[in-house]
C-alpha cells in the first residue's frame, strides 16, 4: 500500500543553518504530496503542497519539489529560525478526498 | 471558535471501559475526519464522513471503534471496550467539501486517550 517514510529526528540546528528533512513516497498512481508542521501546543497545520511532478511548494521560507523521478519531496530551508522548532510531517493524498497518509514526523530544535 | 474543537483535551480510563471522544468542526465545513497518533509516530486515519455519513471507516480498527456525525456537524468517537493498546491522541480534522485533493484539513490540538 501507499506509504511515506521520514528522517529521523531529532534534528538540531544553530539559528541560521540550512535545514534538509528528507521524506521519500511509495504510492500507486500520481499522489499529492504535503508537508504539515505542528508547532508545540498546537493542531498539525498544512505548511505547502505540491500536486504534481515537478511542482514545488513554498511557504514561510520553506520548499519542497515533488520528484517523481526518486519518489521523494525533501523539506529545504536555508535559514532557520528558532520559531520554526516544531515537529514536520510528510503526507501523501491518496483515495480522492484528502485522505492523507503520513511519515512518522521528525522534530527540529533550532538553538540560538 | 474558529478552530477544530476536540473534548475532552484529556482521559484516562480503565481497562475495559467505554469513552466517547467529540470533535466540533469548523463550521461550514463538510467534511471530517478522525486520526490516531501513536506515540513516535504519525496519525493514521481512521474514518471520513461526508455530511452526515461515512464515507470511508476503513481504518477503523475493530468493530470496538465507532463513529457518529448525525447532524453533519458535530461528530463523536466512540471507543468500546478499552484496551491498554488503544492508548493514543485521537485527531479530528475538518476540511471544506470543496477543498477535495487540496490536502487542505484542519486539526484539532486532540484528544489524548490514556488507558490504564
Known amino acids: 500500500g501507499d506509504s511515506v517514510t521520514q528522517m529521523e529526528g531529532p534534528v538540531t540546528l544553530s539559528e541560521e543553518a540550512f535545514l534538509t528533512i528528507n521524506c521519500t513516497y511509495t504510492a500507486t498512481g500520481y499522489p499529492s504530496l504535503f508537508w504539515y508542521v505542528q508547532y508545540p501546543g498546537e493542531g498539525l497545520q498544512l505548511l505547502l503542497k505540491a500536486t504534481k511532478a515537478d511542482d514545488k511548494g513554498s511557504n514561510k521560507g520553506f520548499e519542497a519539489t515533488y520528484r517523481k523521478e526518486t519518489t521523494s519531496f525533501h523539506l529545504e530551508k536555508g535559514s532557520v529560525q528558532v520559531s520554526d522548532s516544531a515537529v514536520y510531517f510528510c503526507a501523501l493524498g491518496s483515495g480522492g478526498y484528502n485522505k492523507l497518509i503520513f511519515g512518522a514526523g521528525t522534530r527540529l530544535a533550532v538553538h540560538p | 471558535g474558529a478552530g477544530v474543537s476536540q473534548t475532552p483535551s484529556n482521559k484516562v480510563t480503565e481497562k475495559g471501559k467505554y469513552v466517547e471522544l467529540r470533535c466540533d468542526p469548523i463550521s461550514g465545513h463538510t467534511a471530517l475526519y478522525w486520526y490516531r497518533q501513536s506515540l513516535g509516530q504519525g496519525p493514521e486515519f481512521l474514518i471520513y464522513?461526508?455530511?452526515?455519513?461515512?464515507?470511508?471507516d476503513s481504518g477503523l480498527p475493530n468493530d470496538r471503534f465507532f463513529a457518529v456525525r448525525p447532524e453533519g456537524s458535530v461528530s463523536t468517537l466512540k471507543i468500546q471496550r478499552t484496551e491498554r493498546g488503544d492508548s493514543a491522541v485521537y485527531l479530528c480534522?475538518?476540511?471544506?467539501?470543496?477543498?477535495?485533493?487540496?490536502?487542505?484539513?484542519?486539526f484539532g490540538e486532540g484528544s489524548r486517550l490514556t488507558v490504564l
Open positions: 464522513f461526508q455530511g452526515t455519513g461515512a464515507a470511508d
Open positions: 480534522a475538518s476540511s471544506l467539501e470543496g477543498a477535495l485533493n487540496t490536502g487542505e484539513l484542519f
